[in-house]
């Protein structure tokens, strides 16, 4: 399967904010846990700590998904955290690369 349809890359940044969000197969546990692993790894790496919201499964919907933020200053380097945790996950494009807001 295309690794871009197993986790949905989404990115938005604007003047003081970037975000990305990584849809998933709420019914995959090893994806959750590839996922979370590589958002970890990737904050060892680069040393940033980006804001991680995870929307755990509801009845509304099969679709999980993490939430990676940042603001302010840090948002200068969340280009190179992105890139990195695409490469990690093995994504090669985003469904939305960027969103000018």
Do not use: H, W
Not at 17 to 46: H, P, Q, W
Not at 61 to 80: T, V
């Amino acid at each position: 399967m295309d690794r871009c349809k197993e986790i949905v890359a989404n990115v938005r940044m604007e003047e003081c904010y970037a975000g990305m969000s990584l849809v998933f197969d709420g019914n995959r546990s090893d994806l959750r846990e590839e996922i979370n692993g590589a958002i970890e790894k990737v904050c060892g790496t680069t040393g940033l700590k980006p804001l991680v919201f995870d929307n755990k499964k509801t009845d509304k919907s099969d679709n999980e998904a993490f939430y990676i933020e940042f603001s302010d200053e840090a948002q200068r380097e969340s280009g190179a955290f992105f890139e990195l945790l695409l490469k990690e996950l093995g994504i090669d494009k985003c469904e939305n690369d960027v969103i000018e807001g």
